[in-house]
């Protein structure tokens, strides 16, 4: 594509964004035009301006709360409790690959002014479009199922065990109409709100990390020299498997839409993509560190003990109470204060999130309110009575969440094979598709991630799939599911040439 014709397709764009606004009207958005811009042409991209990095920042941190969620935290401590320092390493290259799907995420839709589901409701046919979407959803349910459980439990350990875990649902669930209230009041300041629960967080679980005193060597050791056992593969999938949520990538490619830029021009384009990276690399820094820490309060903890194996959200700072008792502030009530900034955050992520997933792919144009209802009405009636069933049997949650992880892990192609094939895509890109190098980086990622999360379900089915009638019925889901991933694969890469009838339609400015 040619520099005049990828300024047409840019101007087109822009054009078209005038008289239709999916994610952002144009009054919400952060205005970056002509500030610190020089003296510059379309095609160049103007100087590097610390305004103008402060004015991006605000989408990579409220994407990188998915990093934190307690999923997250389950899984950092039960890696640290069982594997101690050993998965710290995995950790760092499980965020490294978190950050290169975001960073395509977010490049996705500073190119093209749309967001992903947007696009994959123009780019599949009807049949499969539903399927994404529904896949998209489950995910969603599974995440804002396990935020909304460690908010509960949150506030059941900050309330001495005066309010149970079904009221706790019931407090969490309300977060939806804090999150349009907030919105109401501009994005910057819902970005604010959101770098207030990350300080929370950060400085909820150093203190926790300055508590316990970690070992500095093996820490480093950790960091710098992998190591796994048949022990800790089960600790490593999981890991790997909370990094990558399939949600968080349709998020991501909406939230950098609130920055309004001048996309008839490549240079700035260019330069939006540039303060974007940037961005998300130091949210994901910080979320890395926030992750090592409780990675290693439970390692230093509850490493080579007799409980390593039965610690989880409910129980951990109970445990680290007994470990570590008072102090100015007891460590049980740092552990909860966190997690329930961690669940609070993640859970309004998950309605703003499941606005942009409805909205792109349905193009439904719901009142706000509306939509956050229904989205978050598919999470909180199962979370009830997950809740109510916990109160009489505490093996229920672990039971759930085994479940949930694997909902989960399920769903990850559907984001990642659509996104992978959409930045690749010249007609949709022009020059800012991804090279060679890139895209063949990004596919061994996408490879790496869906193999070991197809080694989890399938080390789970072998142990729950029991009878002759659920065997077949997994394996018909199976063939199915298999055959959709080749589907999505063949559709959206160059091997579409040689089947006709999956050649993927282009997609046109005007539509």
Request: hydrophobic fraction near 50%; glycine fraction near 8%; charge should be negative.
């Amino acid at each position: 594509m040619s520099s005049n014709e990828q300024q047409q397709l840019l101007l087109d764009r822009a054009e078209e964004e005038d008289v239709e606004e999916t994610a952002y009207e144009s009054d919400e958005k952060v205005h970056v035009i002509g500030v610190d811009d020089g003296a510059v042409d379309w095609a160049k991209t103007p100087p590097f301006s610390w305004k103008k990095l402060w004015l991006f920042t605000g989408p990579g941190f409220l994407m990188s709360i998915a990093f934190l969620d307690p999923g997250n935290l389950e899984g950092d401590l039960q890696a640290g409790a069982i594997a101690g320092y050993s998965l710290l390493w995995l950790l760092l290259w499980a965020t490294a690959m978190g950050l290169l799907v975001q960073l395509l995420s977010a490049r996705l839709g500073v190119v093209t002014g749309r967001h992903l589901a947007e696009l994959c409701r123009e780019e599949y046919p009807n049949w499969a479009r539903i399927l994404l979407w529904v896949m998209a959803e489950l995910a969603l349910i599974g995440a804002d199922i396990q935020e909304v459980i460690g908010s509960a439990i949150a506030i059941k350990i900050l309330s001495n065990g005066v309010v149970p875990l079904w009221a706790g649902v019931v407090i969490t669930a309300c977060d939806c109409f804090i999150f349009l209230f907030l919105e109401n009041y501009g994005v910057r300041k819902l970005e604010a709100v959101f770098a207030v629960l990350i300080a929370t967080m950060a400085i909820s679980f150093a203190w926790m990390f300055g508590e316990t005193k970690p070992n500095g060597v093996e820490l480093l050791l950790g960091i710098l020299v992998p190591k796994l056992s048949s022990k800790t593969v089960q600790q490593a999938v999981g890991v790997v498997g909370c990094i990558i949520m399939p949600h968080n990538v349709f998020l991501h490619s909406a939230l950098v839409l609130s920055r309004d830029i001048d996309q008839s021009k490549v240079g700035h384009v260019r330069e939006a993509i540039n303060y974007n990276s940037i961005e998300c690399t130091i949210a994901l820094a910080v979320s890395f560190m926030i992750n090592l820490f409780v990675t290693t309060v439970f390692a230093k903890a509850f490493y080579g003990t007799d409980i390593a194996n039965s610690i989880g959200l409910i129980n951990a700072g109970q445990y680290l109470q007994e470990q570590y008792g008072g102090g100015f502030l007891p460590i049980l009530y740092i552990w909860g204060i966190g997690l329930l900034a961690a669940g609070q955050s993640s859970t309004i992520t998950g309605t703003y999130a499941g606005q942009f997933i409805m909205g792109g792919f349905l193009n439904m144009r719901l009142k706000k309110w509306l939509r956050a209802l229904i989205t978050r009405s598919f999470a909180i009636v199962p979370t009830m009575i997950v809740a109510l069933a916990f109160e009489a049997s505490e093996g229920t949650l672990d039971v759930l969440n085994e479940w949930l992880n694997v909902l989960q892990s399920v769903q990850i192609p559907f984001a990642l094979i659509p996104l992978l094939c959409l930045v690749s895509k010249e007609e949709i890109m022009g020059v800012f598709k991804i090279g060679p190098v890139l895209k063949t980086a990004s596919w061994l990622v996408a490879a790496l991630v869906i193999v070991i999360n197809g080694y989890l379900l399938l080390e789970f089915f072998s142990s729950e799939v029991n009878g002759l009638v659920f065997s077949i019925v997994v394996f018909a889901f199976t063939a199915a599911y298999v055959a959709f991933i080749i589907y999505l694969i063949l559709r959206g890469t160059t091997f579409s040439n040689w089947f006709g009838c999956l050649r993927p339609k282009k997609i046109t400015t005007g539509n």
